[in-house]
């Protein structure tokens, strides 16, 4: 039974369109986050939620909004998609207020042509 | 602010070599330090951790002593296999605020028959 579970594993759209990653976990968590890993691999926050409260939004364009419809659920939405949007998105949750592993997803691949 | 540096990769290494990837960080409070490890194609997962200062996280062999006065959290395996190529990061955690993952830069590690 997958912990955190991302879909689609894989993307493939043009400039222009708008698409979504949902993201769910059956971990109880109260904190779930979005992260980027680009091509060389380096991975960075974008946002936080904690109790469907967004918590980080670390200068993400406004193109990207994420959605809590419930602390179970993360889902990521992008506008506009760029070609520089491409990249690897993780999905990741944590319990709130202890400082101890985010389990993370699989990942989403995704490629703007 | 707070960062993470890893020593640059890739890492090439035969079976049954000694490892060690260098960690060093930045930060502003007292933070939990991990390592997490990335197989191709797959999600990230945390491999050790360390609370505080003087701490040793291990796990699979792996291990990694939580220094304050050198700021490192350097990751040593006494012998190495193939099934240890993977991308290892390094990566911090504050107390203080918004909880999130500042994570290093990835190294690759392959090791070779």
């Known amino acids: 039974d997958t912990a955190v579970s991302q879909t689609p594993k894989y993307l493939v759209t043009q400039m222009g369109n708008d698409k979504s990653i949902k993201c769910e976990q059956n971990?109880?968590?109260?904190?779930m986050y979005w992260y980027k890993q680009d091509s060389k691999k380096f991975l960075k926050i974008m946002f936080s939620y904690n109790n469907k409260e967004l918590i980080i939004n670390e200068t993400v364009p406004n193109r990207f909004s994420p959605k809590s419809p419930d602390k179970a659920h993360l889902n990521l939405h992008i506008n506009s998609l760029e070609l520089g949007d491409s990249a690897v998105y993780f999905c990741?949750?944590?319990?709130?207020?202890?400082?101890?592993?985010?389990?993370f997803g699989q990942g989403t691949r995704l490629t703007v042509v | 602010g707070d960062s993470v540096t890893q020593m640059e990769g890739p890492v090439t290494l035969s079976e049954e070599a000694f490892l060690t990837i260098n960690c060093t960080y930045t930060a502003t409070g007292y933070p939990s330090l991990f390592w997490y490890v990335q197989y191709p194609g797959e999600g990230l997962q945390l491999l050790l951790k360390?609370?505080?200062?003087?701490d040793k996280g291990s796990n699979k062999g792996f291990e990694a002593t939580y220094r304050k006065e050198t700021t490192s959290f350097h990751l040593e395996k006494g012998s190495v296999q193939v099934s240890d190529s993977a991308v290892y990061f390094c990566?911090?955690?504050?107390?203080?605020?918004?909880?999130?993952?500042?994570f290093g830069q990835g190294t690759r590690l392959t090791i070779n028959p």
């Open positions: 990741a949750s944590s319990p709130t207020g202890v400082i101890t592993e985010a389990f």
């Open positions: 360390a609370t505080k200062a003087d």
């Open positions: 990566a911090l955690s504050l107390i203080q605020g918004a909880q999130k993952l500042v």
């Open positions: 971990l109880g968590h109260d904190t």
